[in-house]
């Protein structure tokens, strides 16, 4: 892209004076301990400034991505729907009186933790920080978040934005940084009580052997290689749409991008013809993503470009369309290519369960196809996977939809679409895709903790006679 921005890297410093501001405004109470309706009033009003703020935001979004602003435009719309959930959550969501033996009132409330720390991706920069931020500040926690170094802008703007609509300075902070030296520092502080973060596997085991020996509470979105199940029933029209999108919305970089299709031995021939056509469809309109009518934008960067040529360059698989970057210039707007990290839509097939291409996570356009018989066997593919975030499954067959969705191992399932996402929806993986939930009350819980109080509430005669362990009675007495 022709556009660059300079960003300041916050130092060792000022992390540290970060952390320590957010644990006195913690300790200060006025956002901590501010009633449930004030945050609620707060947090409504921050979804409507982002309203306002969407058209700037969207164009924002597409130049520091790369991704195409219909993409862009259309997941923006969304993001106030996060904000708005969180807040009538506050306004709705009660206490408990727990049942208890005696005359004793044990009523349990939900308290924030403290000082919480997000270390959010580049590819969806705005989406995924609020999905993040919302809950953590409903429940009255101090936030401290470490965008992307690739995409921190809109981010950023959305930390002004929240103190515009009343959030008190120092509850939400956003430290722009490297993730080995900014982020580290922000997680090994023993003052931070949470990290939540969406970032590859690897990462999230380095991350949670530091917030572990904290002894703070953990969650992380990691990899992804989501199985694509399309059976012989399937619509072949809507399947087709739909892994389409599944594969190459935000040009592949996705945790629950369909990578790995699996189609039925009796569809198979029909919708691969389909699916090519649409893949060279979608390649055809590629161009400048700030065009609206650009189907697919760029990679990350130049060195996500080369580590994607370097999976393509060791798979043994076969290769039927894509597979080498982008050069020249777009047949639908004469748009440089060169300007950016392009990689086409791919598709490989007649590769093995123990290829690169389908054990690890690419985060690109490249899926690879392979066909099963039966049911079992669909089923078995699947789960050949060391990830398990999110899965798709097309057919017509309501029984075979229900059941092939129990024994997929994802958190994630989609049957006849892909994708969907709402703030109730709970969002994490299995097996190597993560720990703990993003979205609805899951989320709002995981960013506080019980508080339970037992009163007594006999009399006071009651409670001398009752309650004098050391009486010289000798008569029993309750213990616990």
């Not at 009033?41 to 306002?52: D, G, M, N, P």
């Not at 198979?268 to 650009?294: Q, W």
């Not at 985060?363 to 990830?387: H, Q, R």
């Not at 309501?398 to 994802?410: K, N, Y």
């Amino acid at each position: 892209m022709d556009t660059n921005s300079a960003m300041t890297t916050a130092s060792q410093s000022d992390v540290e004076a970060a952390i320590q501001r957010a644990q006195s405004v913690f300790e200060s109470g006025v956002w901590s301990k501010s009633s449930t309706f004030s945050r609620a009033k707060v947090l409504t009003s921050l979804a409507r400034i982002l309203e306002k703020r969407l058209p700037e935001l969207t164009t924002v979004e597409s130049m520091q991505t790369g991704r195409t602003l219909r993409e862009m435009r259309a997941q923006l719309a969304r993001l106030p729907e996060w904000i708005d959930y969180y807040a009538a959550l506050l306004r709705t969501n009660q206490g408990y009186v727990a049942p208890t033996q005696g005359t004793l009132l044990n009523y349990v409330q939900r308290v924030p933790l403290g000082v919480v720390a997000q270390i959010t991706p580049f590819n969806h920069p705005l989406l995924i920080a609020i999905k993040k931020i919302a809950p953590a500040l409903a429940a009255g926690n101090s936030v401290i978040v470490k965008p992307s170094e690739w995409a921190p802008i809109t981010v950023l703007e959305f930390g002004k934005m929240a103190e515009e609509a009343g959030v008190p300075p120092g509850v939400l902070t956003v430290l722009p940084g490297f993730g080995a030296t900014t982020g580290k520092a922000i997680i090994s502080d023993p003052r931070i009580r949470k990290v939540d973060v969406t970032a590859g596997t690897q990462t999230g085991r380095v991350m949670g052997s530091i917030v572990g020996s904290n002894l703070a509470a953990f969650t992380a979105e990691l990899g992804g290689k989501a199985p694509i199940v399309v059976f012989d029933d399937a619509d072949l029209v809507c399947a087709v749409n739909g892994v389409a999108f599944a594969s190459f919305v935000a040009s592949g970089q996705t945790c629950v991008s369909g990578t790995r299709l699996i189609v039925q031995e009796g569809i198979y021939d029909a919708f691969m013809e389909a699916f090519l056509t649409k893949v060279e469809s979608i390649r055809a309109r590629m161009g400048d993503p700030l065009n609206p009518k650009s189907t697919m934008g760029t990679v990350i960067s130049p060195q996500s470009l080369t580590r994607i040529e370097g999976m393509m360059s060791r798979t043994k698989g076969k290769v039927v369309t894509g597979g080498q970057r982008m050069t020249g210039v777009s047949e639908l707007d004469g748009f440089d290519f060169s300007q950016g990290s392009f990689f086409p839509p791919t598709i490989v097939t007649e590769l093995e369960i123990t290829d690169e291409l389908w054990v690890e996570e690419v985060f690109g356009p490249v899926v690879v196809v392979k066909k099963f018989s039966d049911e079992t066997e669909g089923v078995a593919l699947a789960n050949a996977c060391k990830y398990g975030l999110g899965a798709g499954i097309w057919t017509s067959g309501l029984s075979r939809a229900h059941r092939v969705a129990a024994e997929i191992e994802a958190g994630l399932c989609w049957v006849n679409t892909h994708h969907r996402n709402d703030p109730s929806s709970p969002w994490g993986g299995m097996k190597e895709s993560g720990i703990g939930r993003e979205n609805g009350l899951e989320a709002f819980e995981s960013y506080s903790q019980s508080k339970s109080t037992i009163v007594n509430v006999a009399p006071a005669e009651t409670t001398r006679t009752v309650d004098d362990w050391f009486a010289d009675d000798g008569e029993d007495k309750r213990y616990g």
